[in-house]
């Protein structure tokens, strides 16, 4: 005999009758310890600080900065490549059977500079005389001096005298000229104007020495009252004087002593042109401060630049001043 059994068995998130009316065990309701609580992961990188981002830095081509060497290798020995330039290009040419007379370029280091000196067969005097006779501006020798002026105005009303005076103390300015190329003439050699001396000749690596002697026409003091000027804004009034009848009415009323600033300077001008011209205490150092321009403005802009250049240091030189 076979005996069936029937379990019933209930689905899979379904509750029995007797469990739905079951209660829940206190157990259900239990916080569960914290050691057995289930934490989400984090990154620990969260916590880091942030680290600055970076810029990118702009890449320069390995060409582009080999050839910004070889363009300032060039410059530095530009003497030296322009040589083998030359030689390259002689050469090359004489191969073809062209005959081209190209310039004559020495060899040289950056470090050889052009005053150490060079063995050369150009007559040096010439050519400094040259470039001194190619001057074609004048040496100025400008000074400022103090003096003082009185101007006066007087009208006589018959017999009664009546005059005003006032006093003025300013400052004058004028300028000494040196003529710097007096002519071929002036430097003729028979006049004995223009002397150079070799001291010592160039040679490769060794600087030559020159010593030059010229004379120049003295200075030129002011020739016009137009040459000097007078500083208005230093002039001021230091005394006045007047007749004994100037307070009176009719003297008073008739002078008016209004100076007008034309009149002022003009007197002020005539004045200082005769001190710029007769006074020792003013011709001296006018005289002097163009002496010392034009010596100063010879040797630095035309002498040692010429020397220099042909291989030659200029260690002496002497000005004479004549009369023409």
């Known amino acids: 005999m076979v005996r069936i059994v029937i379990q ?3 689905r899979p998130g379904t509750a029995t009758a007797e469990e739905a009316v079951r209660p829940y065990p206190p157990a259900a309701f239990a916080p569960t310890p914290l050691d057995e609580r289930t934490l989400p992961l984090t990154d620990p990188a969260w916590y880091q600080p942030q680290q600055p981002r970076r810029r990118r830095r702009l890449r320069v081509p390995r060409w582009a900065k080999w050839a910004a060497v070889a363009v300032l290798a060039g410059l530095f020995f530009r003497r030296a490549v322009a040589w083998a330039v030359l030689a390259a ?3 090359a040419l004489h191969l073809v059977g062209v005959n081209v007379n190209l310039p004559h ?3 040289g280091w950056p470090w050889q500079s052009i005053s150490a000196g060079t063995a050369t067969n150009t007559l040096v005097g010439p050519l400094v005389l040259q470039k001194i006779e190619g001057i074609s501006r004048p040496a100025l020798g400008t000074e400022n001096f103090n003096f003082v002026f009185t101007h006066t105005v007087s009208k006589n009303i018959g017999p009664w005298p009546c005059w005003y005076s006032g006093t003025f103390a300013t400052v004058g300015h004028a300028s000494a000229t040196v003529n710097l190329n007096p002519g071929p003439a002036w430097w003729r050699p028979s006049t004995g104007h223009y002397q150079l001396r070799v001291l010592r000749a160039a040679a490769p690596g060794t600087p030559g020495r020159l010593a030059v002697s010229m004379a120049l026409p003295l200075p030129q003091l002011p020739q016009s009252v137009h040459d000097v000027t007078v500083d208005n804004t230093l002039s001021k009034p230091i005394s006045s004087d007047h007749s004994w009848t ?3 009415l009719g003297c008073g009323v008739l ?3 209004q100076f007008a600033q034309s009149v002022l300077y003009a007197q002020a001008q005539d004045v200082a042109f005769q001190q710029a011209t007769s006074l020792p205490r003013v ?3 006018l005289v002097s401060a163009a002496e010392t321009e ?3 403005m010879i040797r630095d802009n035309f002498l040692q630049p010429t020397v220099n250049a042909l291989g030659y240091t200029l260690t002496q030189f002497t000005i004479r001043w004549v009369s023409r």
């Open 8 to 10: 019933r068995t209930a």
């Open 89 to 91: 290009l002689s050469a």
């Open 105 to 107: 370029l020495k060899f």
């Open 246 to 248: 100037y307070p009176g």
């Open 255 to 257: 002078i008016q002593p």
């Open 283 to 285: 011709t001296k150092p």
């Open 294 to 296: 034009a010596t100063t």
